[in-house]
């Protein structure tokens, strides 16, 4: 039974490696919060490398400030290999046969083969090697088929770095260039800003409030500072303040990085390889797949043990009640079924791709139809992410030129990671020669933007009349900039005959507020611009410059709704998934949005409240809650795990850094392929299209995929159980065998091979309407129903043998046993196509063409080989012609009373 148990939990486990790297941390954590340390030379070398100047490291790494040239880069690449941990290398192909073969499946026909051979039985053994040849062989080529496919998927969505390079000499001037994050080389230098992931183990060089999150490293959820010149000796590589680590990311400000190491020499690289030996807790999908399996394999463990007594006491031959028992554990296990849950989802991830969406894990496929409730994100799936600038005014209301002007040096002179406000505020391009950026301005130093202060700052040297001064100008979201504004710059006609700076008083910040609430109501995101003047002799500015500013007015960005947004919506909800909405924009421009596009405007639950609110509390508000605005990323990040502790399934839709631990926590995390590299690497799903549109054509793929393989799950489980109480009834009454071991493994052979077309199967429209979640009760409640009915078929198959063909007798068992061979094998075969559907096969629904061909061809098989010359050598017999108009009867008895029970279970328990 571990030998089972340990064969469903594996045919999956090489795919779960790698999802264990992106979903959870790299290492268990210790008691002190710390991750183990790496391979002992590891750590010294890294250590040297933070200890040692900078020239050295640079002088070590052949490398400069120019970077390498191109020609250095491309030696090392083909000296190093590229820059990939080595945690899922291609086996060779006969290591990847020799795997296929092993599972419990395959020993246990292995070993009746081998006793099978030991009895003399060649004929059997023929016949039990060939269904051992075949499960491997169909496995092996379809496991080879789907890691094709998906690495074919993977290639599409590559993850690029920024680093500076030249062409020939050193003194060229390096050149800025993104290239594929496997490309990177030792030496390298590596730009890196917010957003980014970090693609190598790398030595800061120059850095700006450079923080980076840790966590899949140490498990520790507080981004960690990073210096060009760490404050103190560290005294392990992770605790080093100048040492950046592949697979962390950049929360905030920017940097220079030397690439120090790259692939399986980096600290990620070396750690991984242990990694892989752990067994990851199974998601969803796998423990689905091994609660069903296991309700069949205890169903055998209860059953064979009594066929084994039964035939052994009634027969008096022990050996052949052994194989017999044998052969029937043979035929409950369902071995098929690895071969088709691996070929189901790789034919759906493929059709997948041509609905542009990208599937980084093939068992997402099924999280995917069986997701309820959807979270996105406003802009870009909502909006049309092609945000214009509407209006720029003072603080009032009033049309004002300044403050365009300082947005603009605010967005040019910016070094982080610019958003598509920032490229609205530059499309005014002429602003560029108007403000004569060359000749007037010096830019000085600039405060990058994070998502706690959500505001950044540039400091430039303003040359004019009074000569040279300095301005730091803050641009960010109205609330945080406010917070750092004592006076609003007011327009002529209110301060006099020029502009002046007035207090900003409680009476004048309602005003600002008030004009800013009518810009939201409108559908308008708001962004403030601020600023203050500085003497010329600072040259380093942190976060606490940024204080007692001058608010010089709002200007206003319109993103107006995508058209296909609304009716893709619509369709999400009349397929059962509800959307909501997880903005960090404000409420009004958050609810204009929503009533355009037909989601509900109100209630509307603010991140605040979400701060103040409980875990109860919370999983209260999710199921009352639609929209949510003004959310921190942590306030995403519990209202998805809100919602998964109700039980519901969860995707979430997301493309910035400030998406990622909601991407991690929800049950499907969905991306685009534009998005920054950490959601890329957190998503299970990458989008080529940022549409909801394309998301609802994935989720019906999604659901056609989880019904198919429930196909295979019910004839198995129902075929089985029906085939048991058969043989226990036969058994109990008849002085022979009702089927020789050998027909009864040909038997099992036959209808497994027909379910090989049930992957390229259709589904109804109504199955795929409503999310598709495992429900193994509902798997033994159909197995327990429909079971029956065919066993009716075969005690009435018994009697007509028994007192038509007068196949009563040991001397005409062979006319019994091939009587109900065939009757046995058309009604498995013909099972999937009654409950494939709940409607009416052949009639309201027709199978696929290549379920029809296998199920077809197989049927014929049966029917012809008691007649045909290999007969004997399967100790079949020739049935009579009048046999014939009984299988049509009992055929269409079996076919008329199964649509009826159908019916009745449909109405009393559903039919998912």
Not at 67 to 81: I, K, M, Y
Not at 417 to 424: E, F, Q
Not at 868 to 895: D, S, T
Request: hydrophobic fraction near 50%; charged fraction near 20%.
């Amino acid at each position: 039974m571990k030998l089972l148990k340990q064969g469903f939990s594996s045919f999956l486990r090489r795919r779960r490696a790698l999802r264990h790297f992106r979903r959870r941390p790299l290492l268990g954590t210790l008691a002190g919060g710390h991750a183990p340390a790496a391979s002992g030379q590891l750590a010294v070398d890294l250590l040297h490398a933070a200890a040692e100047p900078q020239a050295d490291a640079l002088r070590r790494l052949g490398s400069g400030a120019s970077g390498l040239t191109a020609r250095e880069a491309a030696q090392r690449l083909l000296l190093d290999g590229p820059n990939e941990v080595d945690h899922d290398k291609p086996l060779p192909g006969w290591l990847r046969l020799w795997r296929c073969y092993l599972n419990p499946f395959n020993l246990l026909l292995t070993a009746l083969a081998g006793l099978s051979w030991l009895s003399a039985d060649a004929r059997a053994t023929l016949v039990i090697g060939l269904m051992v040849i075949l499960s491997t062989l169909l496995r092996f080529v379809q496991e080879g088929r789907s890691h094709k496919a998906a690495e074919g998927l993977r290639s599409l969505v590559g993850n690029t770095a920024s680093v500076i390079r030249h062409e020939v000499a050193k003194s060229d001037t390096p050149l800025r260039q993104n290239i594929p994050v496997r490309e990177l080389v030792t030496g390298d230098l590596v730009v890196l800003s917010a957003g980014d992931m970090v693609p190598a183990d790398c030595r800061v060089l120059t850095a700006r409030d450079l923080f980076v999150a840790q966590s899949a490293m140490t498990g520790e959820s507080a981004p960690v500072e990073k210096f060009v010149t760490p404050p103190g000796v560290a005294a392990g590589p992770l605790e080093a303040l100048n040492l950046l680590f592949m697979g962390t990311s950049i929360v905030s400000g920017s940097a220079t990085a030397l690439v120090l190491a790259t692939g399986s020499r980096t600290y990620f690289g070396t750690l991984a390889a242990s990694a892989l030996t752990v067994d990851p807790m199974p998601n969803a999908f796998q423990a689905g797949v091994n609660s069903v399996s296991w309700l069949l394999i205890r169903f055998a463990a209860v059953m064979v043990p009594i066929v084994f007594v039964l035939n052994g006491w009634t027969k008096g031959d022990w050996l052949q009640a052994f194989l017999f028992s044998v052969s029937i554990a043979v035929g409950l296990t369902p071995e098929m079924l690895p071969m088709i849950v691996t070929s189901t989802l790789a034919k759906g991830a493929v059709l997948l791709s041509r609905r542009k969406v990208v599937v980084k894990r093939l068992d997402a496929i099924q999280n995917l139809g069986a997701m309820d409730v959807l979270c996105t994100d406003k802009t870009g799936t909502l909006t049309q992410d092609k945000i214009a600038v509407a209006r720029n005014t003072d603080a009032y209301g009033q049309a004002s030129v300044d403050v365009l002007n300082f947005a603009f040096l605010n967005s040019y002179y910016q070094t982080g990671l610019k958003n598509l406000l920032d490229h609205a505020v530059l499309d005014h391009v002429e602003l560029a020669q108007e403000l004569k950026l060359e000749e007037a301005y010096r830019k000085i130093d600039e405060i990058p933007f994070d998502f706690v202060r959500r505001r950044m700052s540039v400091v430039v040297a303003e040359r004019d009349e009074r000569g040279e001064h300095h301005e730091l100008i803050c641009k960010g979201a109205l609330e945080e900039v406010l917070s750092i504004c004592t006076h609003v710059r007011v327009a002529p006609a209110l301060a006099g005959s020029a502009p002046g700076d007035a207090l900003l008083d409680a009476a004048a910040l309602a005003r600002v507020q008030a004009y800013a609430r009518e810009l939201g109501a409108e559908g308008l995101r708001v962004v403030a611009v601020a600023m203050k003047e500085l003497p010329p002799e600072q040259t380093i500015y942190t976060v606490a410059d940024e204080a007692r500013l001058v608010l010089v007015g709002l200007i206003a960005f319109l993103d107006p709704p995508k058209e296909s947004a609304a009716p893709a919506l619509k369709a999400l909800a009349a397929h059962g998934i509800r959307v909501k909405v997880l903005s960090g924009d404000n409420a009004a421009v958050t609810a204009h949005v929503c009533a355009q596009v037909g989601l509900p405007t109100t209630p509307i639950l603010l991140g605040p409240q979400v701060e103040a609110m409980n875990d109860a509390a919370l999983q209260a508000a999710v199921e009352q809650y639609d929209v949510f605005t003004k959310l921190a990323p942590l306030h995403k990040e519990r209202i998805i795990r809100a919602l998964r502790a109700r039980g519901h399934v969860v995707g979430f839709i997301g493309d910035g850094i400030n998406d990622a631990p909601a991407l991690r926590a929800a049950d499907i995390g969905i991306s685009v392929d534009t998005a920054v590299d950490i959601a890329k690497e957190a998503a299970d799903i990458i989008l080529l299209e940022k549409s909801l549109l394309v998301l609802d054509e994935g989720v019906i793929e999604g659901r056609t995929t989880f019904c198919n393989m429930l196909k295979y799950i019910r004839m198995t489980a129902s075929s089985n159980f029906g085939n048991v109480l058969s043989v226990l009834v036969a058994s109990a009454v008849l002085p022979f065998l009702p089927m020789l071991p050998l027909q009864l493994l040909l038997q099992n052979l036959l209808y497994d091979v027909s379910q090989t077309g049930i992957p390229f199967d259709r589904v109804d429209a109504e199955l795929v309407a409503r999310p598709l979640q495992w429900n193994p009760a509902d798997i033994g409640r159909f197995m327990l129903f429909f079971g029956p009915l065919s066993s009716l078929f075969d005690i009435i198959t018994f009697s007509v043998m028994w007192w038509v063909f007068a196949a009563d007798s040991v001397a005409r068992q062979g006319l019994f046993q091939s009587g109900w061979f065939v009757v046995g094998l058309l009604t498995q075969t013909l099972i999937v196509h009654l409950i494939r559907t709940p409607r009416l096969p052949f009639v309201q629904s027709w199978a696929a063409t290549p379920l029809l061909v296998m199920t077809a061809a197989i049927m014929l098989l049966g029917l012809w080989l008691p007649m045909g010359p290999l007969a004997p050598y399967f100790k079949l017999q020739a049935l009579p012609l009048a046999y014939f108009g009984w299988l049509a009867a009992i055929l269409l008895g079996y076919f008329g009373l199964t649509t009826l029970m159908k019916r009745y279970y449909i109405r009393r328990f559903g039919w998912q």
